[in-house]
């Protein structure tokens, strides 16, 4: 525990004794151990921020897929360029691409218009194909977000592919 320690002068005067006075010195070494405790619990006490991941649904190898009949026109294809744009085209038809950016009025348009397009044509959201190619300016933040745009639009059907040779060059020649 802490103590006070004194030390007792005695100051003698002609007429009589005077009070003692007594410096005092509080020793702090308990108060230090009892600091370094109180850190040692914290740091054992608490938790550390966990990782977090999204979690991917791949199909079996095993069992054989059901396969689905995929056409141009249920097919739309992302290709993400650098930090704000995407580029896109439907179908098969590479030439006519085009560019967008992240969030509800770029990418979340573009996938709810041709998911609104697939659904009219087919009577089922769930056929649309969402083909998502990540390119070498990209970032793990455009993935991230893009893969999120799925989950909000309720896309179960979408794969991560290359960009080939011929998307790259469009994707140059767009900027």
Do not use: W
Request: glycine fraction near 6%; proline fraction near 5%.
């Amino acid at each position: 525990m802490a103590e006070i320690q004194s030390q007792q002068l005695q100051q003698k005067n002609g007429v009589g004794q005077r009070c003692k006075k007594s410096p005092t010195r509080i020793d702090l070494t308990p108060m230090v151990d009892l600091g370094f405790l109180l850190i040692t619990f914290f740091v054992f006490t608490t938790s550390l921020s966990q990782a977090r991941a999204m979690g991917l649904v791949l199909p079996d190898e095993l069992t054989p897929s059901k396969n689905m009949p995929i056409t141009a026109s249920k097919v739309l294809t992302l290709i993400l360029a650098d930090e704000n744009t995407v580029g896109y085209y439907y179908g098969d038809d590479v030439s006519h691409i085009q560019f967008t950016s992240y969030g509800a009025a770029g990418l979340r348009k573009v996938i709810l218009d041709k998911q609104a397009a697939v659904t009219k044509l087919y009577k089922d959201p769930q056929q649309m194909m969402v083909l998502i190619k990540p390119s070498d300016k990209s970032t793990y933040k455009n993935l991230v977000e893009t893969m999120d745009e799925m989950l909000i639009s309720n896309l179960k059907s979408y794969m991560l592919l290359d960009v080939t040779p011929v998307e790259q060059k469009l994707i140059k020649m767009g900027k």
